[in-house]
Each structure stands twice: as structure tokens, then as C-alpha cells.
């Protein structure tokens, strides 16, 4: 899944690069600079809080984010110009706050990164803005495998979770627990609005289907659909034999909101129950012992 994440006073230290700094730009760079060419600044591109859309990172994730980013480009709105390409990461590291405890009663964590600009030229206008505070919010464009219910740990929305997120079951928050990062492509200066509290936002980036591939997605949808109609339809009628008495508007409402999975298992237990309360036999029974004579095997 591809994600954005959005920090906001993210832009921490800034100034010019140490030594250490140096020797660590030089990697990215075809030749040796020297420190008053390099602008360099901290900004903190996300953490293991729990974010206004109920997701967080473990802080495993953060671990392997850290490695990822080190070399990434920044850029501006996720624009993905080559022309907006005027920062790059050169180090990050996962820094632990253990006075600060999450949403979800971890200790707080987040991903540092560091990161280098040439000074001069239009690149003035912005090294003025960080250090005036107007550029502040950063975002980052990742991709992550496993996204989890913090409730039940399965794949948050689908293998028969429905916990909603920003409810408490039992005492544990329901949220989507984002780990197992596998690419950072790059982040971004960007525009949030002012928010009441520090925090994160996050949206998906929307994959972008052919016409074949939408007709197709709308033809499983369909079939799924009548798929699980006729089942419903089983279910209340297996029901109705396995449980007597029981209405089937309320046997309806028990069943219709359940996962398929969690009612296709409810569908059969209802036709083993209602397979031994009326076992349907035909008229012509063939006796399975020797024939009498009296043919009673045949008898209507």
C-alpha cells in the first residue's frame, strides 16, 4: 500500500554542516563541497503516534524507514518534477522519547533525517523560509505491506475484521497498524492547515485503473454481490429448519452484516443442525437388506 504521511514542526535544527555532516553528503555529491556551499537542516518525517486517520507506524517500521530514506530526494507537494528536486537526505535515525508515551501506550518514537541544499541562488528564498519558520511541514511517500487491526491482528477491513477505528474494544483503541515497509520514494515541503494539535495526517494516493480494468473490478463486485445473496438466502432458510420458532427478520438481522467468511461457516452449521432435525428421504427407498418379497423398498 502507498502511503503519504504529513508531519507537522518537523523542521528541527538547521545551520551549517559539521565535519561528520561532510563526510556523509559526500556521498551523494560528484565532488567535495565545502560547508559554506551546504545548508543543512533536521526534520522529522514521522513517528508512532496514532494519526488523525486512525493508522500509526511500528516503531520496527520507523527502524526500517530510517534506512530507506537515507539518499531520497525532497521536493515540494510530492510533485515528482525533476525541477523541485533542491534537497536530499544524507542520514536518518529513529529517536526515542521514552518520557512520552503514545495513543497506544508505547513509548513515543520517531524518524529523524537529515538533510542538505546547495545555498545560493533561488535556494536563498528557501533556506530564509525554513529558518523563519514558514517552511515547517514535511510529508513523506512510502510504501508499506502488512496494514493490521490492533484489535483482532488481522488485515485491518478484510479476513473478517470489522472493528472500526477510533473505537475501544475491550480496552484496546482500534487502529491500523502500518509495518513492514518496503520502499520511501521521497518527501515533501508542503501546506497544511493549522490543526489544534500536533499530529499527522495521511492520505492514500489513488491507483489509477484502466477502463478494461474497471469493468472487471465491477464485474467481480457484481458477482460477489449475487454471491453472497443466495448465500444470506441459504443461511436463513437452513436457519429457519435449524432453529424453529426463531422469525426470520431477526434471524435476518443477525446474519446479514457478518463477513462471508463468518457466514458461510454459519451456513453450514445451520444445514448439518437442520439435516439431522428433518432428514429429507425420498419415496423410493431401496432397502438395503434382501428383499422380503414383499417389495417394501418400492412401496410408495
Known amino acids: 500500500m502507498d502511503i503519504q504521511k504529513m508531519m507537522e514542526q518537523a523542521v528541527g535544527a538547521s545551520g551549517s554542516p559539521s565535519d561528520e555532516d561532510l563526510a556523509l553528503i559526500h556521498r551523494w555529491t560528484r565532488r567535495a563541497l565545502a560547508a559554506e556551499e551546504l545548508y543543512v537542516f533536521r526534520a522529522n518525517l514521522c513517528d508512532n503516534e496514532i494519526d488523525r486517520d486512525g493508522e500509526r507506524f511500528t516503531r520496527a517500521a520507523l527502524e526500517t524507514l530510517a534506512g530507506l530514506f537515507v539518499g531520497k530526494t525532497g521536493l515540494f507537494d510530492h510533485s515528482g ?3 523541485d528536486q ?3 537526505i544524507y ?9 512520552r508515551a503514545t495513543k497506544s501506550g508505547e513509548p513515543y518514537a520517531s524518524l529523524s533525517a537529515r538533510v542538505y541544499l546547495l545555498r545560493g541562488g533561488e535556494n536563498e528564498a528557501l533556506v530564509r523560509a525554513i529558518d523563519g519558520g514558514i517552511k515547517k511541514e514535511v510529508s513523506i511517500s512510502c510504501a508499506v505491506r502488512a496494514v493490521t487491526c490492533s484489535v483482532c491482528g488481522r488485515v485491518y477491513g478484510r479476513e473478517g475484521c470489522n472493528h472500526k477505528k477510533g473505537e475501544a474494544y475491550g480496552g484496546v483503541l482500534c487502529h491500523a497498524v502500518l ?5 520511501a520514494y521521497e518527501f515533501s515541503f508542503v501546506a497544511v492547515p493549522a490543526q489544534p494539535a500536533a499530529g499527522v495526517t495521511k492520505k492514500k494516493q489513488k491507483r489509477q485503473e484502466s477502463g478494461a480494468e474497471l469493468e472487471e473490478l465491477q464485474r467481480l463486485a457484481e458477482d460477489g454481490r449475487a454471491f ?3 448465500l444470506l438466502e441459504k443461511t436463513l432458510r437452513a436457519g429457519a429448519i435449524a432453529v424453529p420458532g426463531i422469525q426470520r427478520a431477526v434471524l ?3 446474519c446479514r452484516n457478518l463477513p462471508t467468511g463468518e457466514l458461510r461457516a454459519l451456513c453450514g ?4 443442525q437442520a439435516a439431522k432435525s428433518l432428514p429429507l428421504k425420498g419415496q423410493l427407498i431401496w432397502n438395503q437388506t434382501r428383499d422380503t418379497g414383499e417389495n417394501e423398498g418400492f412401496r410408495l
Open 91 to 99: 542520514a536518518a535515525e529513529v529517536v526515542d522519547d521514552p518520557a
Open 228 to 230: 453472497r445473496a443466495e
Open 86 to 88: 533542491v534537497m536530499r
Open 252 to 254: 435476518d438481522a443477525m
Open 81 to 83: 518534477k525533476s525541477g
Open 179 to 183: 509495518d513492514g515497509p518496503t520502499d
Open 269 to 272: 452449521t445451520f444445514e448439518s
